[in-house]
């Protein structure tokens, strides 16, 4: 199944998904915002409904929402009263202009020849010392859920060669159990990286 299945569901189901249920991941924004300087520059990768940008705003940091749907954004932009940048994560193009990207179940669907590409941008988009947060499904191999979504699935020591290799350093990585849109069980990794 192509990639492209991942933005059809997006464009596709833009309202309903950024209107769900969803508990926004408090104690992991408050922990991300708790390594930042007040007032810091934040990039977040694939913003979905604006909740977490809406949060970090409301803390006092400078937000650029970016989400690879259009139409996505559009319901962003109407949560949180400011643009949402169109933006896939292979367009990201800055450098040395952000503290923190937070990247909330968003990188997870990058395809995983295309990851290390992805992280080298996300690195020279930060400042030195700046840190990503970012989650994924964990797994072996890569694959698709029942909504036909594409999923990297790695597993957390693919995740730490790959980031290792990339030059980050101050490498976290834990697992959880949760839940995802499709209401099944899921195990995730939760990264955390300093450039």
Not at 19 to 27: D, G
Not at 30 to 47: H, K, Q
Not at 89 to 114: C, I, M, N, T
Not at 146 to 174: C, D, Q
């Amino acid at each position: 199944m192509p990639p492209d299945c991942t933005s059809a569901f997006y464009e596709e189901n833009a309202e309903t998904y950024a209107n769900r249920a969803r508990s926004l991941p408090k104690q992991r924004l408050d922990a991300f915002l708790a390594g930042l300087a007040s007032g810091a520059a934040i990039l977040e990768l694939g913003c979905g409904g604006g909740q977490d940008s809406a949060y970090m705003l409301s803390q006092g940091f400078d937000v650029m929402p970016t989400d690879g749907s259009a139409k996505l954004a559009r319901q962003a932009e109407v949560l949180i009263g400011r643009p949402v940048r169109v933006m896939l994560f292979q367009e990201l193009e800055a450098d040395s202009a952000f503290d923190g990207v937070w990247a909330q179940a968003s990188l997870l669907h990058v395809p995983r020849p295309e990851l290390p590409d992805v992280f080298a941008r996300i690195r020279r988009a930060l400042r030195t010392g700046g840190i990503i947060h970012a989650t994924f499904k964990a797994g072996d191999a890569e694959g698709h859920d029942g909504f036909g979504r594409y999923y990297n699935y790695p597993s957390a020591e693919w995740l730490s060669e790959l980031l290792t290799n990339g030059g980050w350093g101050n490498i976290a990585i834990s697992e959880s159990d949760g839940g995802g849109y499709d209401g099944k069980p899921t195990r995730w990794l939760t990264v955390s990286a300093e450039r």
